[in-house]
């Protein structure tokens, strides 16, 4: 029999089995939903538990509340994935076969007989569970082994025993089948006890001794398992068959030329009930003359669906239900071939199930000249070219890993080589474009993991999208022992105190906007004389003194104290990569950014074309002397040809011309950029003043920085244009009497300008990114060498639906998020029905459009 020879011999007593209390209780490093495990046991292995430990708790039930009872994984493996499925599946050894009976009141004396008819006079221990009563017995039945089943022989060897104990009228729940279910020990909560002695309402066990099961060739469960195999893989051939079958007579029903074509008749008329139930996974009874059909959406799991001639007719509530066909005379239900389809292949929306019936046997002619949307675009067939790319090179996924761990290693040896050699060239950048899935991060923590980081002489910063996924990228470096340290910006909450790391943190953002030092302007300023001025919670953030209980509790500046002197791996979100120095005072050694970070330095801003012309030169203060003045006349004299240029820019822009004048060199072009972006970084106003004063200094500075920082803006870019040898830009557009949306402002000429803004290149960097572009990497990177991988597929993309579902149309439609779900749910029984098991839906779908989707069920 198959997996006799994987089996493994049990040492009595030497090994136990995962053991927790209650269902929240994991080990995980990042839970089911996404979310990193703070607790202190994420990445510890779980405790064991023993055969002979288990029997002495049946015989004194804990005393446990619900959701805190002990439960038992009979596993082996007990590593802090254990209870995750497909791990078990994969490396999990089984000791116990178990059973959950929560139905047929059986008494103790007679679950005992049918368990013994299955397995003989093997050992067993029977007791009841908690939420038993008297005239409710509920039952759970573990069975030891007498050698460890392997973790893929799990599954089928328990729906075998369960299907022997069905045959003798035990129903147990099928959920116990899998690999990492826990079976929750012998325990009686208290609310289950009596006041006074504390003894159960009611519990029973019983413990027989005999000899551990053993599954060998001639054992019922073992051949069980093997005809169920077989049905099974019988059953996954027939239903290929049906739809090959099914599919090719689509192709073929081509014919309904006819003016009163009825999709519905032309349906009925080429498929066959039969074939549609079995391929939408009903299940045919063998008695009765095969005419009776079990659904997989029927709770009472009884063959109450019957096909009669050209329709069929359902007795039992799944149709009902589900309200799928009509009702009958006698409160049944009855439909045809088309009703299954509507239901299944379109969320039963029949009016959606006719228009793609006839959409696919009547495909519409080709129009005379090409089709175009509402916006005017060309679409439909020869809108583009037809030619297709190049294949690219396939690589299986064993071949992928090893692909890109090497590319990395070479990517930190050229790191290192180029620290070693003196940086006495450019910094060197690596991309890696491989396909999504492929284990990009995991390989990169990897070879950090092998690689000697000393030698980058400073810092490994990892830059992840957002300050969540940095997080959980933390937490598996911290389990893989290479680093921890996750950045966390003044506006983020600290997660020790659960309030901001700043307690100016929206000060911050707008000192930021203004183009100020946040350090300078809010933390700490060094005057002329030497005395050092500070924000009045500086104490608290540098981790000085405690913070009293109305007081704010800030640790921005304390955030880094816990890092070694020499090199670290750190994590930071893509927003660093923007603002430049954190303040950690840290050397940075390598940049590592984790998928695509290009479009965070894409600008686009409106400046009023008027503003071009503008002075902005103040005269000096009275009594400073002769070199002042002397500087404020140059200024002045710049400034007059730099208003002078500004106005035949603007003139050149509303008439329609280019705006890189002839007769202004790059040069001239560049001074002006440089005599525009002269405002001053540090304001007067200290650090210890009231945050009212601050606020009202850092706006005013704010829009004067903003104006002179677009000005500036614009003659870089047409100092870049001339530097080209372009003649013309399309960073600058005009856009005349415009007005921002829910502006109050009167409309006004502006210029659009367009602009990449610079990516940090001091140091090394490797880029990590599925979508990664040549061009766009040139423009960024000249320098930078591409390596791409492609992983071969391994999924099925099957189209259900042609139409178009945006974010807009969803949010604004209610029928349209109906039909949407009504598609979500085929799928779902689509999925439920398959022959081969269910494996789960995946949506992806926008938050907000999920959240409308929840909204319309009312559970929201």
């Known amino acids: 029999m198959e997996g006799l020879g994987q089996q493994q011999r049990v040492l009595p007593g030497a090994r136990g089995f995962l053991t927790a209390f209650g269902q929240r209780d994991s080990h995980a490093l990042i839970l089911s939903n ?214 090719r007579a689509r192709l073929q029903n081509t014919c309904g030329d006819a003016d009163d074509f009825d999709p519905i008749a032309h349906f009925n008329a080429h498929h066959d009930i039969s074939d549609l139930l079995s391929h939408y996974g009903f299940e045919r009874s063998h008695r009765q003359r095969g005419s009776h059909w079990r659904s997989p959406l029927s709770e009472s799991r009884s063959y109450s669906t019957e096909v009669r001639d050209q329709h069929w007719v359902c007795v039992s509530a799944w149709a009902h239900n589900y309200d799928i066909g009509r009702i009958t005379a006698s409160h049944n239900r009855a439909g045809d071939a088309f009703d299954l389809y509507a239901f299944f292949e379109h969320g039963n929306d029949k009016s959606a199930a006719v228009r793609a019936y006839a959409q696919e046997v009547r495909p519409p002619r080709q129009p005379s000249c090409l089709p175009r949307t509402k916006r005017g675009s060309f679409t439909g067939q020869g809108a583009v070219s037809a030619e297709p790319p190049k294949a690219p090179n396939f690589l299986t996924a064993e071949k992928v890993e090893l692909k890109l761990k090497k590319q990395l290693m070479d990517a930190l040896e050229a790191a290192a080589k180029w620290k070693e050699g003196g940086e ?89 906007r203004a183009g ?94 008027d503003d071009l012309a503008h002075a902005g030169v103040k005269p000096p203060p009275r009594g400073r002397g002769r070199k002042q003045a002397k500087r404020y006349q140059e200024r002045a004299a ?15 822009l509303r008439a329609g011309e280019s705006p890189v004048l002839p007769h202004y060199s790059e040069k001239d072009f560049a001074d002006f950029a440089g005599d525009e972006d002269q405002l001053p970084t540090i304001l007067t106003t200290l650090p210890n003043a009231r945050d009212e004063e601050l606020a009202d200094a850092i706006a005013l500075v704010r829009q004067a920085r903003n104006t002179s920082r677009l000005c500036a803006m614009t003659w870089k870019i047409l100092s870049d244009a001339k530097a080209k040898g372009r003649t013309d830009t399309e960073r600058l557009a005009f856009l005349p009497s415009w007005q921002a949306p829910h502006s109050t402002k009167p409309p006004s000429d ?61 949010l604004d439609g209610r029928k349209l998020r109906a039909e949407c779900v009504g598609v979500i749910r085929s799928e779902v029984v689509r999925d439920k029905s398959d022959a081969a098991g269910p494996r789960g839906v995946l949506v992806v779908a926008n938050k907000s459009v999920v959240r409308r989707f929840f909204e319309d069920a009312g559970i929201l």
């Open 424 to 512: 006495k060239s450019i910094p060197p950048v690596t991309a890696i474009r491989a396909s999504p899935g492929s284990g990009k991060t995991s390989a990169m923590l990897s070879a950090l993991g092998e690689f000697d980081i000393e030698r980058l002489q400073g810092d490994v910063v990892i830059y992840m999208p957002t300050l969540r996924l940095a997080t959980e990228a933390a937490a598996v470096a911290e389990a893989l022992d290479i680093g921890w340290h996750v950045t966390r910006g003044r506006g983020a909450n600290n997660p020790e105190t659960g309030e901001p790391m700043c307690a100016r943190a929206e000060l911050a953002e707008e000192t930021g």
């Open 34 to 247: 996404g979310v990193t495990n703070h607790r202190p046991v994420a990445g510890q292995p779980y405790a064991r538990i023993r055969w002979a430990e288990i029997v002495e708790l049946a015989a004194v039930p804990g005393n446990r509340p619900k959701d805190r009872a002990q439960f038992v994984i009979p596993s082996t493996y007990v590593d802090s994935d254990g209870r995750t499925h497909q791990v078990q599946r994969e490396r999990g050894a089984f000791g116990l076969l178990t059973a959950d009976i929560d139905s047929g009141d059986h008494s103790i004396d007679m679950l005992e007989e049918g368990v013994s008819a299955v397995l003989g006079d093997a050992e067993m221990l029977i007791y009841s569970s908690s939420s038993a009563r008297p005239d409710e017995k509920k039952w759970r039945v573990m069975v030891p082994l007498a050698v460890l089943l392997p973790g893929a022989d799990y599954a089928p060897t328990q729906d075998a025993f369960f299907k022997l104990l069905e045959e003798r009228g035990i129903r147990c729940d099928p959920a116990l089948a899998r690999a990492a279910q826990p079976v929750f020990l012998p325990n009686v909560p208290p609310e289950k006890r009596r006041p006074g002695d504390g003894a159960p309402f009611f519990y029973q066990m019983r413990h027989r001794l005999g000899q551990r099961l053993v599954l060998g060739p001639t054992s019922p469960i073992l051949i069980k398992r093997e005809e169920l195999r077989a049905d099974l893989d019988r059953q996954v051939q027939e239903t290929r068959l049906n739809r090959e079958r099914l599919s």
């Open 750 to 810: 502006v210029v659009n300008l367009r602009w990449l803004a610079p990516f940090p290149s001091d140091v090394p960097t490797i880029l990590l990114d599925a979508d990664a572009d040549p061009k766009i990497l040139d423009q960024m990177h000249g320098n930078a060498l591409m390596h791409e991988i492609d992983m071969a597929p391994n999924t099925e993309v099957i189209q259900v639906e042609d139409r178009l579902f945006s974010n807009k149309s969803l």
């Open 638 to 652: 710049q400034a007059a040809d730099r208003v002078k240029a500004g106005m035949e820019v603007a003139a050149a």
């Open 516 to 609: 100020l030092s946040v350090k300078a302007t809010l933390c700490e300023r060094i005057l002329e004389d030497g005395d050092v001025v500070r924000c009045p919670w500086y104490a608290i953030c540098s981790g000085e003194r405690q913070a009293k209980a109305d007081e704010p509790k800030p640790g921005y500046l304390k955030q880094w104290q816990g890092l070694e002197r020499w090199p670290e791996i750190r994590f930071e979100s893509h927003a660093y990569l923007e603002r430049g120095n954190t303040g950690s005072g840290r050397v940075v050694g390598l940049r590592i950014v984790d998928e695509k970070v290009w479009q965070n330095f894409l600008r686009s801003a409106y400046l009023p074309l």
